[in-house]
């Protein structure tokens, strides 16, 4: 105690995002603290070599531009497995070819609908961007799939399809399949990718098979030295990424970040130390709960890091 001091920024014209941030290791601000702190752990975590990497969100993320942070993780194949949520291939598909708009938290909602313009926050979806291009590519994947002699795919080998077959360099589902990185999405039937390949199951005998994702993600785990996770906001992504690493005496990193709070006892607000109880994440672990909008907080996180592994 009573060693390292706070100090006051220092800002000038041309300061770069890495000397931002590492400032903000010796303003302590609260919050900026955490965040200096969050992305040592991240730093550690991509420089180990024996550690596998997890990265996990949520879909709302992926209808802002944050979606190109997600897309340059796995680009530079900063992560090996990707955990999300059905809205990401939504979101990401539709962007691949239309257009999301800015918006405002307060509309009126009914005069959108009217419209057809499906209001997400401040992000404006029209119909024409979301639902119908989702169906038109979905449908006709799923019959070239079905031509091809496909009846059966876990979410993994979708995500692969999906990005090989409909998607561009835009895309965090592309650069998965182009790197090799598996996407699991274990909700897959909560969103409109899901309920375009129920729709097209109707007529075919074609099946998601989510046990065979357990069992890849299964040996993913079991063949680990280390893992660590970068966790983005909370629901079934993020409990299934702590869920599976309690067999491996839980992840050896974790950075949480999210605007989710605990006094409820939900997952999603559920801080690092509540996982270490139940063993998903290891009493030794390198980890942290930063606290905060993803859309400000993890641009600044990512660009800092690039810096970091770039300079070292």
Request: hydrophobic share 40%; proline share 2%; glycine share 8%.
């Amino acid at each position: 105690m009573l060693e390292e001091i706070v100090k006051d920024y220092k800002l000038n014209e041309g300061l770069s995002v890495k000397d931002l941030i590492t400032q903000m290791g010796d303003a302590w601000g609260f919050t900026a603290g955490k965040l200096s702190s969050s992305i040592n752990i991240l730093e550690r975590m991509i420089k180990d070599q024996n550690c596998t990497k997890f990265l996990s969100f949520t879909a709302n993320l992926v209808a802002t531009g944050t979606r190109g942070v997600f897309k340059e993780l796995v680009k530079r194949k900063m992560v090996d497995l990707v955990i999300t949520t059905c809205g990401t291939l939504d979101h990401d598909i539709a962007r691949c070819w239309k257009n999301y708009y800015k918006g405002s938290f307060v509309m009126d909602d009914s005069i959108l609908h009217k419209k057809g313009i499906n209001r997400l926050g401040n992000v404006l979806v029209p119909n024409e961007s979301y639902g119908a291009i989702i169906e038109n590519k979905i449908q006709n994947l799923l019959a070239n799939l079905w031509k091809k002699g496909i009846r059966e795919l876990s979410t993994t080998q979708y995500c692969k399809e999906i990005g090989t077959r409909i998607c561009n360099e835009s895309s965090i589902l592309y650069w998965a399949a182009k790197n090799k990185i598996p996407v699991f999405v274990p909700g897959i039937t909560d969103g409109a990718v899901g309920y375009q390949t129920w729709l097209f199951s109707q007529d075919h005998n074609f099946k998601i098979d989510l046990l065979k994702d357990s069992g890849e993600i299964n040996d993913i785990v079991f063949t680990a030295k280390k893992t660590g996770a970068l966790i983005v906001g909370g629901g079934i992504s993020k409990h299934h990424t702590i869920w599976w690493n309690q067999f491996k005496e839980g992840l050896d990193y974790a950075v949480y970040l999210s605007t989710a709070g605990e006094w409820d006892g939900s997952l999603s607000g559920a801080r690092p130390m509540e996982a270490v109880s139940w063993g998903k994440i290891n009493e030794k672990a390198k980890q942290i709960m930063v606290e905060g909008d993803a859309t400000i907080l993890l641009p600044l996180m990512i660009s800092s890091l690039l810096d970091r592994l770039k300079t070292k």
